[in-house]
Nanobody, 123 residues
Framework: QVQLVESGGGLVQAGGSLRLSCATS????????MAWFRQAPGKEREFVGV????????YYAGSVKGRFTISRDNAKNTVYLQMASLKPEDTAVYYC????????????????WGQGTQVTVSS
């Protein structure tokens, strides 16, 4: 059974930082690109970023590029999202996802999801 479990969310002031983690089990982690999405209240779930299997190649949404960094530890089957210079508009539930080796940016291409972790940025 595949499980993805996010952690690290919380309340932070604008300009602050948080690091999210996503621990996985039940899949061959190094075979998968890993993505982060987020969903704000009343909005569609949107792509944040993705990292390929080795951690060398990453892509980010324009809204987070330069502020967020995705990394992974294949020995721990875990992917991370380091968030810096947080803004109130970054407030959302953040989800990690796995769906294959390609660097998809489309939600529909991912079939494994975590339960999400809430990030709230106060102004």
């Amino acid at each position: 059974q595949v499980q993805l479990v996010e952690s690290g969310g919380g309340l932070v002031q604008a300009g602050g930082s948080l690091r999210l983690s996503c621990a996985t089990s039940g899949l061959t982690f190094r075979n998968y690109a890993m993505a982060w999405f987020r969903q704000a209240p009343g909005k569609e779930r949107e792509f944040v970023g993705v990292v390929e299997w080795s951690g060398t190649i990453t892509y980010y949404a324009g809204s987070v590029k330069g502020r967020f960094t995705i990394s992974r530890d294949n020995a721990k089957n875990t992917v991370y999202l380091q968030m810096a210079s947080l803004k109130p508009e970054d407030t959302a539930v953040y989800y990690c996802a796995a769906g294959g080796s390609a660097l998809y940016r489309t939600r529909a291409m991912y079939n494994y999801w975590g339960q999400g972790t809430q990030v709230t940025v106060s102004s």
